[in-house]
């Protein structure tokens, strides 16, 4: 991977409006210098599943996303068996009055799924892997995942063992919701993505909503950053932040209010519980805090 410098890196991702800290430059440029999997794991709505998408715009590669859940085994994620077609070409052999074909598991019949797809030659270059939410699988698959990563290779037994030309570029992202095993991350190059600082989280709307007034846009940070200071089950992550912006210019707001905030709390709170801890006074007390932490008040 001809990437010079963490400084590079930075600049590509910025290209994308991806807004990448230094510390998260490092582990990129190592991963992709070693040709190691980058494994980020933190809250969710943080930007971990974003980098794997500006890595692969920025570098003229296609994202391969392997979304994980309970219960994610090996078939689901390497190939499946078209059975259907399979059921056909032998209905079509009975009907002639012939033997079915002899190459029935052939690659004509299987089902490519995103394991087996990061492991083929791909148009400019190795495929950005991305292995979203890991920790939602089991055990027994993270085994599967460390040795299908660690050669970059799967095997398919009526095929063989089918090998990456040039390895994929690999992204785990974990949300936490489970301790992933030691094994998987050790092979990884490991990063933990926090919720931004207030200038970073200010550079990241203006890359993404860059509409949105430089006042509006602060008071919006602030207080998604003094919102998150609050005893709340599910704090908000900049996917929100990025959200509740684009719904406050959709409604032509200029200037955050207690009465704003509550009618808008959906976009940046996702449980009932929470949206009734900050609606009514907490809002307007939350807001006047935020404009003392931006500087408006």
Not at 28 to 37: E, K, N, Q, T
Not at 160 to 188: F, M, Q, W, Y
Not at 217 to 225: K, L
């Amino acid at each position: 991977m001809d990437i010079q410098s963490i400084d590079e890196v930075q600049r590509l991702l910025a290209a994308e409006d991806y807004v990448c800290d230094r510390a998260l430059g490092t582990v990129a440029f190592l991963s992709l210098r070693l040709g190691r999997p980058l494994f980020l794991e933190g809250e969710a709505g943080t930007g971990k599943t974003e980098i794997a998408k500006a890595l692969a715009a920025a570098l003229g590669r296609r994202l391969i996303r392997l979304q994980c859940y309970e219960g994610l085994g090996a078939a689901e994620a390497v190939a499946e068996w078209n059975f259907a077609a399979q059921m056909v070409e032998i209905r079509a052999a009975e009907g002639r009055g012939g033997a079915a074909r002899s190459d029935l598991f052939s690659e004509e019949f299987l089902i490519e799924r995103p394991l087996l797809a990061a492991m083929r030659p791909q148009p400019g270059g190795a495929p950005v892997l991305l292995i979203d939410e890991v920790d939602r699988t089991d055990e027994p698959f993270e085994a599967f995942l460390l040795e299908a990563l660690s050669d970059f290779q799967v095997t398919i037994p009526e095929l063989g063992t089918i090998r990456a030309p040039e390895p994929p570029i690999v992204v785990l992202t974990s949300n936490r919701t489970r301790e992933v095993h030691d094994a998987l991350k050790r092979r990884c190059i490991y990063h933990w993505v926090d919720y931004p600082a207030f200038d970073r989280e200010m550079a990241i709307l203006r890359a993404r909503v860059p509409e949105a007034a430089e006042t509006l846009s602060r008071e919006v940070v602030a207080f998604v950053q003094q919102l998150r200071t609050e005893d709340l089950f599910k704090r908000p992550g900049v996917a929100e932040t990025i959200d509740w912006a684009k719904c406050l210019l959709a409604l032509d707001v200029v200037a955050l209010s207690p009465e704003v905030i509550s009618d808008t709390l959906g976009a940046i709170l996702k449980y009932q519980d929470d949206i009734q801890r900050i609606e009514g006074e907490a809002a307007a007390r939350v807001l006047e805090e935020a404009r003392v932490r931006a500087g408006n008040g």
